[in-house]
Nanobody, 116 residues
Framework: QVQLVESGGGLVQAGGSLRLSCAAS????????MGWYRQAPGKQRELVAT???????NYADSVKGQFAISRDNAKNTVTLQMNSLKPEDTAVYYC??????????WGQGTQVTVSS
């Protein structure tokens, strides 16, 4: 089992920045990929960005050049730096891990609201 605790969400004006953090505990040795997903009201949950244990990153086209994901394997944390935020970035952001076995875990989610 992997437990995930997110922090860093909040309310920000358009053009502002927020930094989301997620700390993993439990069977962290089993984690391969860590990432962030988001779900806006009335929409499906979507990929934002992922990063492998080796540092390979993957971003949704909508956030490329705007968001940056990073990871500290020693601390079992993953961070999402979000810049130039837009109202359409408003969503609940979820931390996710995928293990080498393919098993996934989710955090409880953190609200990000961008006002225009």
């Amino acid at each position: 089992q992997v437990q995930l605790v997110e922090s860093g969400g909040g309310l920000v004006q358009a053009g502002g920045s927020l930094r989301l953090s997620c700390a993993a505990s439990g069977s962290t040795f089993s984690i391969n990929v860590m990432g962030w997903y988001r779900q806006a009201p009335g929409k499906q949950r979507e990929l934002v960005a992922t990063i492998s244990r080796g540092g390979t990153t993957n971003y949704a086209d909508s956030v490329k050049g705007q968001f940056a994901i990073s990871r500290d394997n020693a601390k079992n944390t993953v961070t999402l730096q979000m810049n130039s935020l837009k109202p359409e970035d408003t969503a609940v952001y979820y931390c996710n891990t995928e293990g080498y076995s393919g098993r996934t875990f989710w955090g409880q989610g953190t609200q990000v609201t961008v006002s225009s």
